[in-house]
């Protein structure tokens, strides 16, 4: 497709990583494995690069070295180009630079990067919400409703017992935001945001230095929440289906959600695929004594036991005889014979041994660290 | 250098409108990639691909090598097609003509030793020893060879050779075989020789200007240093239909004969960003080989599936080779088949039989389909059968 010059997109990869702390220990929210195959950010990259956007920037905070080793040179997701194409950005990366709190100090760092690109319109989108959109329609609307900022969202549900970082939207009849809330107390239907705003460079430019000037860093208090500045907020409805991860029970359901076709469907459509590193793994082996149910498995592995109901990433290993329900296997693991897993996520490269018996509940998913040996 | 030019006829329609290198193989794999992949474990960096008969799909499936590392900028694969030059334009005329005709292409590199590879086997191996071995012997041709079974040795090309393995005499399918050391059709040449002796074939204009019949016959009269290497391993020719299958089921034995599942041999290819596969709630999975984007609703037994296949609910596929992109439509029973890539197996088909209910087993082989056919719903494809067309 034609490539747009003229959209800068730009990645939050470490945001709201405190809300998955078991996985977030040791990388970016970005590099968190989802759907057997994939890590958060490439739903982000490949929505950009579908969208015909092909300057991108990942904006990290700490523990980025997975996430290095994952994106590389951008390859995998077309966005290995020179024009344009794909650039990380730490911290720290320039003299007087400093660890950001927010994303508008996250801005104001890597600021020469956006004035630099040649693009009019900024898209920022976070690494927390899975789901496949086309950017265009958006951007569409942004320029043609000349609002400061067109804000994402889908119509959606929050419950304030078990939803974190949601931000709410009251929408007028305008179709402009009339009202901004954090995490409400309340229950029910709402007009919930997926963090991915569209904003001129221009616009972009103003909140970052005046926020910098003001030492402001929060996107969502200083300029979402602020009464005072009334900023023409567009509200632009995505209808596609999504999934926000914002817990480890969230991160558990939005995985086994894929085992519905069409949530599959709609996550992977044909037209826009979603991109990522390749492992040139060989395809699935099923034993003679294996017993297949309901589940999504990844190249490479070698399956020799009963799955029912899980995800199971790249490079698995189930030994003859285990029974694996409910669970989320990620690259690697290896599970041994006549084991029994239910309820339960493993990181990455995990070691079971032969007759290992591991529950977790529905609600309460048993979560094994990366590398553990049991 | 790969010969991967030949129109590999005894595959009939699975080679109608691509080159045999680039018939499907293994669950996710082209057969080119297990020759441009040992390259890449072996460390050759600067790898021609002869091609000639429909290249297209080929030709796109290599592209700029990247797959297979050999994307590199110094080197890297280069896919070459027979040429017009000032002295007028030829197709290949044999294995060493094509050779020939690529003299200036390895010039360029000025190598000291070049490999030449057939495309139409499947096999693991490390070409660096070879070239060891090759440096070692003070060889000026080192010819691969495989230990096989006597009854076999009277189809191949056998090499007779002294207590040093320096070959002495080579037969071409010999009636009563007088070893058992079968040439794999994978040699290591020093360069100077090889070109010396391209030139002299080409010159002496017999005709014939093939490596089995006229370069290495010429080094051996000539008292060139030729030499076996014995190889050890799975190795595989794919050229027939039945060979092909055999060579899928294989991956499938209980005895694993060739692992694609080491990590420090890879076998690489050229992938399609598709997500995992699904097995559905009503999908029976057993013994089989299954790859990234297929979705799995009816029966599979001893199978291999590449990607991209859609196997509705009642659909039974059995000791067959279903290749991307196909859909089996419900009720249908595929069985003792290969099907090929982007195929439609109507409602109720039947496509293949078991042997075991033929008497006389002459009467029976594999049926196969062709790529992008339709069978229409309820239709009968029977053993032996090959379907180029519809129906």
Same mark, same amino acid.
């Given at each position: 497709m034609a490539t747009n010059q003229n959209i800068l997109g730009l990645v939050f990869a470490s945001i709201h990583d405190e809300a998955v702390l078991d996985l977030t220990k040791n990388r970016t929210m970005g590099s968190v494995p989802f759907?057997? +195959?994939? @890590? /958060? #950010?490439d739903f982000p990259l490949s929505n950009f690069v579908n969208s015909g956007i092909s300057q991108v920037g990942v904006i990290t905070k700490r523990n980025y070295s997975s996430l290095l080793d994952h994106i590389g040179s951008g390859r995998e997701w077309d966005l290995a180009r020179k024009k344009g194409g794909l650039h990380l950005l730490p911290p720290y990366s320039h003299t007087g630079a400093t660890m950001y709190n927010g994303r508008l100090d996250a801005l104001g760092n890597v600021w020469s990067f956006v004035e630099n690109s040649s693009a009019d319109y900024v898209i920022l989108s976070n690494c927390d919400v899975t789901t496949s959109i086309d950017f265009r329609p958006a951007v569409q609307a942004h320029i043609a409703s000349g609002a400061d900022i067109t804000a994402i969202y889908a119509k959606g549900y929050y419950d304030q017992l078990k939803d974190r970082h949601a931000t709410i939207f009251g929408i007028g009849g305008d179709g402009f935001v009339n009202d901004v809330t954090i995490d409400p107390p309340m229950t029910g239907n709402c007009n919930l945001g997926l963090d991915m705003f569209v904003m001129s460079k221009a616009f972009l430019r103003r909140i970052v230095k005046e926020s910098m000037s003001r030492s402001r860093y929060s996107f969502r208090r200083? #300029?979402?929440?602020? @009464?005072?500045? *009334?900023y023409r907020i567009l509200a632009y409805e995505h209808t596609g289906y999504f999934a926000k991860i914002d817990s480890l029970e969230s991160y558990f359901n939005a995985n086994l959600a894929l085992l519905d076709s069409a949530k599959r469907i709609a996550l992977f459509p044909k037209a826009r695929p979603v991109y990522t590193k390749t492992k040139d793994n060989a395809p699935v082996r099923f034993g003679l004594e294996s017993h297949i149910r309901n589940s999504l498995i990844a190249d490479g592995c070698v399956i020799d036991g009963k799955v029912e109901n899980c995800v199971i990433f790249r490079g698995v290993k189930i030994g003859k005889g285990s029974v694996v329900r409910d669970s989320i296997i990620t690259q690697d693991t290896v599970i041994g014979a006549r084991c029994s897993i239910r309820n339960v996520i493993t990181d990455k490269n995990v070691q079971i041994a032969d007759e290992r018996q591991l529950t977790g509940s529905a609600g309460y998913p048993l979560f094994i660290s990366k590398g553990a040996e049991i | 250098m790969l010969l991967a030019g030949g129109q590999g006829s005894r595959l009939y329609a699975l080679t109608q409108d691509m080159a045999k290198p680039a018939v499907p193989f293994g669950g996710k794999y082209r057969l080119i990639d297990f020759p441009l992949s040992n390259c890449t474990n072996s460390g050759i960096d600067t790898v021609g691909v002869l091609t000639q008969y429909q290249p297209l799909v080929l030709n796109d499936y290599i592209g700029n090598g990247e797959p297979w590392d050999?994307? +590199?900028? %110094?080197?890297g694969v280069h896919v070459l097609p027979p040429y017009e030059s000032k002295s007028g334009a030829s197709w290949y005329e044999g294995t060493a003509n094509a050779i020939y005709q690529n003299i200036s292409f390895i010039e360029r590199y000025d190598p000291e030793y070049v490999v030449v590879l057939g495309g139409d086997h499947i096999y693991k191996m490390d070409y660096s020893k070879m070239v060891d071995y090759h440096k070692a012997q003070k060889a000026d041709l080192t010819i691969a060879v495989l230990d096989v079974p006597r009854s076999e040795a009277s189809r191949m090309g056998i090499m007779i050779c002294d207590d040093e393995m320096r070959v002495t005499e080579f037969e071409e399918k $010999? *009636?009563? $075989? +007088?070893?058992?050391?079968?040439?794999?059709?994978i040699y290591v040449f020093t360069w100077a020789k090889l070109k010396k002796y391209l030139i002299e074939n080409e010159n002496a204009n017999t005709g014939s200007k093939d490596f089995g019949k006229d370069i290495i016959p010429a080094m051996l009269n000539n008292g060139e240093r030729i030499y076996a290497y014995t190889f050890e391993g799975y190795w595989k020719d794919v050229g027939t239909l039945d060979s092909l299958w055999d060579a899928n089921m294989d991956l499938l034995a $209980?005895?694993?004969? /060739? %692992?694609?599942?080491d990590k420090k041999w890879r076998i690489y290819s050229r992938h399609n960003n598709l997500p995992p596969q699904y097995i559905g709630t009503e999908a029976e999975v057993e013994n089989a080989m299954i790859t990234e984007g297929s979705v799995i609703h009816g029966k599979v037994d001893f199978s291999v599936i590449f990607g991209n296949v859609t196997i509705e609910e009642g659909a039974v596929v059995r000791y067959s080779v279903v290749m991307p992109g196909t859909v089996i439509k419900s009720g249908a029973i595929v069985e003792y088949a290969i099907v090929g890539e982007e195929c439609v197996i109507g409602k109720n088909a039947h496509i293949g039989r078991s042997p075991e209910e033929y008497d006389n087993r002459d009467e029976w082989s594999i049926a196969v389909t062709g790529h992008r056919i339709t069978v229409g719903d309820g239709k009968d494809v029977l053993p032996k059968q090959i379907l180029s067309e519809s129906i």
């Amino acid at each position: 497709m034609a490539t747009n010059q003229n959209i800068l997109g730009l990645v939050f990869a470490s945001i709201h990583d405190e809300a998955v702390l078991d996985l977030t220990k040791n990388r970016t929210m970005g590099s968190v494995p989802f759907g057997g +195959r994939y @890590r /958060l #950010i490439d739903f982000p990259l490949s929505n950009f690069v579908n969208s015909g956007i092909s300057q991108v920037g990942v904006i990290t905070k700490r523990n980025y070295s997975s996430l290095l080793d994952h994106i590389g040179s951008g390859r995998e997701w077309d966005l290995a180009r020179k024009k344009g194409g794909l650039h990380l950005l730490p911290p720290y990366s320039h003299t007087g630079a400093t660890m950001y709190n927010g994303r508008l100090d996250a801005l104001g760092n890597v600021w020469s990067f956006v004035e630099n690109s040649s693009a009019d319109y900024v898209i920022l989108s976070n690494c927390d919400v899975t789901t496949s959109i086309d950017f265009r329609p958006a951007v569409q609307a942004h320029i043609a409703s000349g609002a400061d900022i067109t804000a994402i969202y889908a119509k959606g549900y929050y419950d304030q017992l078990k939803d974190r970082h949601a931000t709410i939207f009251g929408i007028g009849g305008d179709g402009f935001v009339n009202d901004v809330t954090i995490d409400p107390p309340m229950t029910g239907n709402c007009n919930l945001g997926l963090d991915m705003f569209v904003m001129s460079k221009a616009f972009l430019r103003r909140i970052v230095k005046e926020s910098m000037s003001r030492s402001r860093y929060s996107f969502r208090r200083d #300029i979402l929440l602020d @009464r005072n500045t *009334k900023y023409r907020i567009l509200a632009y409805e995505h209808t596609g289906y999504f999934a926000k991860i914002d817990s480890l029970e969230s991160y558990f359901n939005a995985n086994l959600a894929l085992l519905d076709s069409a949530k599959r469907i709609a996550l992977f459509p044909k037209a826009r695929p979603v991109y990522t590193k390749t492992k040139d793994n060989a395809p699935v082996r099923f034993g003679l004594e294996s017993h297949i149910r309901n589940s999504l498995i990844a190249d490479g592995c070698v399956i020799d036991g009963k799955v029912e109901n899980c995800v199971i990433f790249r490079g698995v290993k189930i030994g003859k005889g285990s029974v694996v329900r409910d669970s989320i296997i990620t690259q690697d693991t290896v599970i041994g014979a006549r084991c029994s897993i239910r309820n339960v996520i493993t990181d990455k490269n995990v070691q079971i041994a032969d007759e290992r018996q591991l529950t977790g509940s529905a609600g309460y998913p048993l979560f094994i660290s990366k590398g553990a040996e049991i | 250098m790969l010969l991967a030019g030949g129109q590999g006829s005894r595959l009939y329609a699975l080679t109608q409108d691509m080159a045999k290198p680039a018939v499907p193989f293994g669950g996710k794999y082209r057969l080119i990639d297990f020759p441009l992949s040992n390259c890449t474990n072996s460390g050759i960096d600067t790898v021609g691909v002869l091609t000639q008969y429909q290249p297209l799909v080929l030709n796109d499936y290599i592209g700029n090598g990247e797959p297979w590392d050999l994307d +590199r900028m %110094n080197g890297g694969v280069h896919v070459l097609p027979p040429y017009e030059s000032k002295s007028g334009a030829s197709w290949y005329e044999g294995t060493a003509n094509a050779i020939y005709q690529n003299i200036s292409f390895i010039e360029r590199y000025d190598p000291e030793y070049v490999v030449v590879l057939g495309g139409d086997h499947i096999y693991k191996m490390d070409y660096s020893k070879m070239v060891d071995y090759h440096k070692a012997q003070k060889a000026d041709l080192t010819i691969a060879v495989l230990d096989v079974p006597r009854s076999e040795a009277s189809r191949m090309g056998i090499m007779i050779c002294d207590d040093e393995m320096r070959v002495t005499e080579f037969e071409e399918k $010999p *009636k009563v $075989p +007088r070893s058992t050391l079968a040439s794999m059709g994978i040699y290591v040449f020093t360069w100077a020789k090889l070109k010396k002796y391209l030139i002299e074939n080409e010159n002496a204009n017999t005709g014939s200007k093939d490596f089995g019949k006229d370069i290495i016959p010429a080094m051996l009269n000539n008292g060139e240093r030729i030499y076996a290497y014995t190889f050890e391993g799975y190795w595989k020719d794919v050229g027939t239909l039945d060979s092909l299958w055999d060579a899928n089921m294989d991956l499938l034995a $209980p005895a694993e004969q /060739l %692992n694609l599942y080491d990590k420090k041999w890879r076998i690489y290819s050229r992938h399609n960003n598709l997500p995992p596969q699904y097995i559905g709630t009503e999908a029976e999975v057993e013994n089989a080989m299954i790859t990234e984007g297929s979705v799995i609703h009816g029966k599979v037994d001893f199978s291999v599936i590449f990607g991209n296949v859609t196997i509705e609910e009642g659909a039974v596929v059995r000791y067959s080779v279903v290749m991307p992109g196909t859909v089996i439509k419900s009720g249908a029973i595929v069985e003792y088949a290969i099907v090929g890539e982007e195929c439609v197996i109507g409602k109720n088909a039947h496509i293949g039989r078991s042997p075991e209910e033929y008497d006389n087993r002459d009467e029976w082989s594999i049926a196969v389909t062709g790529h992008r056919i339709t069978v229409g719903d309820g239709k009968d494809v029977l053993p032996k059968q090959i379907l180029s067309e519809s129906i």
